[in-house]
T-cell receptor, first 112, second 117 residues
């Protein structure tokens, strides 16, 4: 599985934008970039995913570098409820349903 | 949206007994489901991939005779922890995908906290 690298932790003030970086220099052409987050004592929650183009949804935006070797998850206005561990994962969709391999993720702290 | 229901949310059992955890996809068919284990302050570790109608594929180091997985229908997969011991105490999480050639993302259950005493 192609690996991703994320900072261990980040801090943000409430109602400010947050940019969570992810490096994936060994990404292949059939790898989708997925972001999930996990709140304490809960299962991970899907946030967003993309292949080549930037993506927006109600939760966040995903900015993908032109060479696809890095991406950034953007939370436009962080709230206390966004405090979680954010995982950037590559998923190969060239075959049948493929597994997600979780790294250590980025622990986001949001303060007032 | 896609919903995965996991039951029970927590369970306490005595050492040596078996515990079954259910994972259901409520509004979609899941040909493939995944089982993860998470110890405190650690990331999720994939235990096995469960395919409907066939044997599960276990990750290296996971004992298939201890963690029995059954995926009898397109909406239900079960994980049975047999002869549980205190070291099996963990947070168990399932996930499912609708599959297909396009990428829908995965939906996760809310997890089951197992405590073996």
């Amino acid at each position: 599985d192609a690996k991703t690298t994320q900072p261990n932790s980040m801090e943000s003030n409430e109602e400010e934008p947050v940019h969570l970086p992810c490096n994936h220099s060994t990404i292949s052409g059939t790898d989708y970039i997925h972001w999930y987050r996990q709140l304490p004592s809960q299962g991970p929650e899907y946030v967003i995913h993309g292949l080549t183009s930037n993506v927006n949804n109600r939760m966040a935006s995903l900015a993908i570098a032109e060479d696809r070797k890095s991406s950034t998850l953007i939370l436009h206005r962080a709230t206390l409820r966004d405090a979680a561990v954010y995982y950037c994962i590559l998923r190969d969709v060239s075959g049948t349903a493929s597994k997600l391999t979780f790294g250590t993720g980025t622990r986001l702290q949001v303060t007032l | 949206g896609a919903v995965v229901s996991q039951h029970p949310s927590w369970v306490i059992c005595k050492s040596g007994t078996s515990v079954k955890i259910e994972c259901r996809s409520l509004d979609f068919q899941a040909t493939t489901m995944f089982w993860y284990r998470q110890f405190p302050k650690q990331s999720l570790m994939l235990m096995a991939t469960s395919n409907e109608g066939s044997k599960a594929t276990y990750e290296q180091g996971v004992e298939k005779d201890k963690f029995l997985i059954n995926h009898a229908s397109l909406t239900l997969s079960t994980l049975t922890v047999t002869s549980a011991h205190p070291e099996d105490s963990s947070f168990y999480i399932c996930s499912a995908s609708r599959g297909g050639w396009d990428d829908y993302g995965y939906t996760f259950g809310s997890g089951t906290r197992l405590t073996v005493v």
